[in-house]
């Protein structure tokens, strides 16, 4: 890598996203039971054609954006991804290069989520699931922050490749 490596640390290790069978239930088992807040939400009608698809964002004090995040979406995996956070955005683009040369399905191109304002690709891993590769999360202070709600999962980018589809 051309940077520092991974943030990791107080961070943790990265994300991830799970597909929930009983949406509502599982977000208020994560809050209510294990502790999570709520960081923000996603309702996009867009991406899909006909689908609605619903996720919710939990972080804890470690101020990652979200540790967890779960969904209402038709996935084939309960484990939708994992992501990992490089600290220099040159890695992001020098990791997408390394796996098109490396022949790995893509899920999509790079892009931004508006959220937590990351800028990352999906690449899916040998097990099924995706793995996004990102730069540029925000941090959370709880004493400042506000739960908003958004209407697109990406703001630009995050285009279907090779014929795969993330979501
Ligand atoms: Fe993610």
Redesign the pocket.
């Known amino acids: 890598m051309v940077g520092n490596g991974f943030i990791t640390g107080r961070q943790g290790m990265?994300?991830v996203?799970t597909i929930a069978k009983d949406y509502q239930k599982t977000v208020d088992f994560y809050t209510d039971v294990l502790g999570f807040r709520i960081s923000d939400y996603i309702r996009d009608s867009e991406t899909l054609p006909g689908v609605e698809l619903d996720a919710t964002f939990l972080h804890t004090h470690t101020g990652r954006h979200?540790s967890l995040?779960t969904a209402h979406i038709p996935a084939p995996k309960k484990m939708?991804?994992?992501?990992v956070e490089a600290q220099d955005l040159n890695d992001v683009g020098q990791a997408y290069d390394r796996c098109i040369e490396a022949g790995y399905d893509m899920f999509s191109g790079i892009g931004h989520?508006p959220n937590?304002k990351?800028i990352?690709f999906?690449v899916q891993s040998p097990s099924g699931f995706?793995l996004?590769f990102?730069h540029g999360s925000v941090v959370i202070d709880d004493d400042t922050w506000e739960v908003k709600n958004y209407q697109q999962m990406s703001d630009w980018g995050h285009k279907p490749q090779s014929g795969k589809q993330l979501l």
């Open positions: 990265g994300h996203l979200h995040a939708h991804h994992f992501m989520h937590d990351v990352s999906y995706g996004e990102g």
